[in-house]
T-cell receptor, first 111, second 113 residues
Framework: SQQGEEDPQALSIQEGENATMNCSYKTSINNLQWYRQNSGRGLVHLILIRSNEREKHSGRLRVTLDTSKKSSSLLITASRAADTASYFCATDAKGTYKYIFGTGTRLKVLA | EPEVTQTPSHQVTQMGQEVILRCVPISNHLYFYWYRQILGQKVEFLVSFYNNEISEKSEIFDDQFSVERPDGSNFTLKIRSTKLEDSAMYFC???????????FGQGTRLTVV
């Protein structure tokens, strides 16, 4: 498997529910970022979490990082139809400065 | 809020032609990147650029590709002799420092016919 793999690949929930997406990676990292991409559009930066951080919040978003398990999760609380998008994690391995993207989770929030 | 801008938003080119994709990174950023995303697939790293030179490149970034920062604001990706399989969305990104967020442009959709 490749650096940065999200699961589930697809997630469908009702508006108001929470959505949790997970990302696993293989090598030690400097940072991990989460991005959102609406269909055919650009990548919108959501949150950056550094390797020495365990949790960060931004509005309805909560990101955790477990470096011992090489995994991160993105929680979107009280989801809205507008949250429908693909969500990607991107990691930069120690010793490099490039971000490698995961395969993404397609989230669909039903109104 | 500062943003990365890319032009054009969509380009159609004949196979074998050269294309130049343009990007204006955020002004105080020092690290610049090109990525591509073939329709329905993952976002792939192409190249990173720092201090006026390539710092890393992927296997995809072969002799067909080149990057340039011709002045203090623009960052370009040139694709020579385009192939059908070069059709993709190309994203430019920049960041201020090695521990900073990477911000992406809206992308250029390249269609090779």
């Amino acid at each position: 498997s490749q650096q940065g793999e999200e699961d589930p690949q697809a997630l469908s929930i009702q508006e108001g529910e929470n959505a949790t997406m997970n990302c696993s990676y293989k090598t030690s990292i400097n940072n991990l970022q989460w991005y959102r991409q609406n269909s055919g559009r650009g990548l919108v930066h959501l949150i950056l979490i550094r390797s020495n951080e365990r949790e960060k919040h931004s509005g309805r978003l909560r990101v955790t990082l477990d470096t011992s398990k090489k995994s991160s999760s993105l929680l979107i609380t009280a989801s809205r139809a507008a949250d429908t998008a693909s969500y990607f994690c991107a990691t930069d391995a120690k010793g490099t400065y490039k971000y490698i993207f995961g395969t993404g989770t397609r989230l669909k929030v039903l109104a | 809020e500062p943003e990365v801008t890319q032009t054009p938003s969509h380009q159609v080119t004949q196979m074998g032609q050269e294309v130049i994709l343009r990007c204006v990174p955020i002004s105080n950023h020092l690290y610049f990147y090109w990525y591509r995303q073939i329709l329905g697939q993952k976002v792939e790293f192409l190249v990173s650029f720092y201090n006026n030179e390539i710092s890393e490149k992927s296997e995809i970034f072969d002799d067909q590709f080149s990057v340039e920062r011709p002045d203090g604001s623009n960052f370009t990706l040139k694709i020579r002799s385009t192939k059908l399989e070069d059709s993709a969305m190309y994203f430019c990104a920049s960041r201020e420092g090695v521990s900073a967020e990477a911000f992406f442009g809206q992308g250029t959709r390249l269609t090779v016919v």
